[in-house]
DNA sequence: TCTTGAACCTCTAGTCACTAGAGATTGTAG
DNA sequence: CTACAATCTCTAGTGACTAGAGGTTCAAGA
């Protein structure tokens, strides 16, 4: 058994955010001491890993929440799983692609003008001020 | 001069959003009729549609703020909207990277699972509960 | 056993860029 | 003149935390 402190040392969440987690019951509430501070167990540290890598990999808390329901059951079909593993890669995809998109004008954009320059001749305040500059949509 | 709806029309953006950049101080306070309704002309509508495109951008509000702030200076050195664009640019190349991480693992988590099986067996959740199932860092 | 101080507790409020809704007033077409 | 769509202000909610106030508990050293 060891302290919210030692949980959030040895998973890199932060105190706040176990918290945090708790409230929005993705961990379930913690046992606690006599003083009634929050002692965790070796089960606690597991799923608190696995909300952190998937927090990590960008699921949603409400994604993430549909996951641990599916751990609790081993005997339930995966399916949900699946489904929502390949909405978070499509989701990430999507992102790139606009990302991209933005990559491409900002470069173009940043290229035009030296800062050297004054406002009223600068590319940069030019280009946002028209999207004519721009090459593709965004 | 128009209402704040023929704006939003103009600019595709919602009406509740431009009363909340004018809030931000983005906007210059409108115009108003006798009866305290908010009345735009050309400019505010050229302003609108490059906050507009700076947001479609990625910029943040306080980026704009310091962007419209040296656009009404015309005098000025672009020093700082050259800066601002390619902090820009480079926020922007981050987060692509960093996607792309994501991308890689979602894939091979997404494949490794057809979502026919039991939540017990399922590669997306032994994955989620075990990072060293990845390949990279993210 | 006592003391000190780091760690813990709860609660509220702030972040960013909006979005939604309530309840009241205004503008405009027929 | 009447309807009613559009506008107004104000408050609160979103997601995933983060910060801070003010108070309590734990554990190590004297
Ligand atoms: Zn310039
Ligand atoms: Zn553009
Ligand atoms: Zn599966
Ligand atoms: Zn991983």
Same mark, same amino acid.
């Given at each position: ?49 696995? !909300?952190?890598?998937?927090? /990590?990999?960008?699921?949603?808390? =409400?994604?993430?929440?549909? +996951?641990?329901? $599916?751990? *609790? %059951? ?34 173009? !954009?940043?290229?035009?003008? /030296?800062?050297?320059?004054?406002? =009223?001749?600068?590319?940069? +305040?030019?280009? $946002?001020? *028209? %999207? ?7």
């Amino acid at each position: 058994m060891f302290s919210i402190g030692e949980l959030s040392r040895r998973t890199k969440v932060k105190v706040p955010t176990i918290r945090y987690y708790e409230e929005m019951g993705l961990l379930a509430e913690a046992e606690r001491t006599s003083g009634n501070q929050r002692r965790y167990d070796k089960a606690g540290l597991e799923r608190l890993s696995f !909300i952190r890598h998937a927090r /990590d990999l960008g699921f949603s808390i =409400e994604a993430i929440l549909s +996951l641990i329901e $599916l751990q *609790d %059951h081993p005997d339930r079909s995966c399916e949900t799983a699946t489904d929502i593993a390949v909405s978070q890669l499509s989701d990430v995809r999507e992102k790139i692609k606009r990302l991209k998109l933005l990559e491409k004008e900002l470069t173009r !954009i940043s290229k035009g003008c /030296d800062g050297l320059g004054v406002s =009223e001749d600068c590319y940069v +305040l030019a280009s $946002l001020a *028209d %999207h004519e500059h721009c090459e593709n949509e965004h």
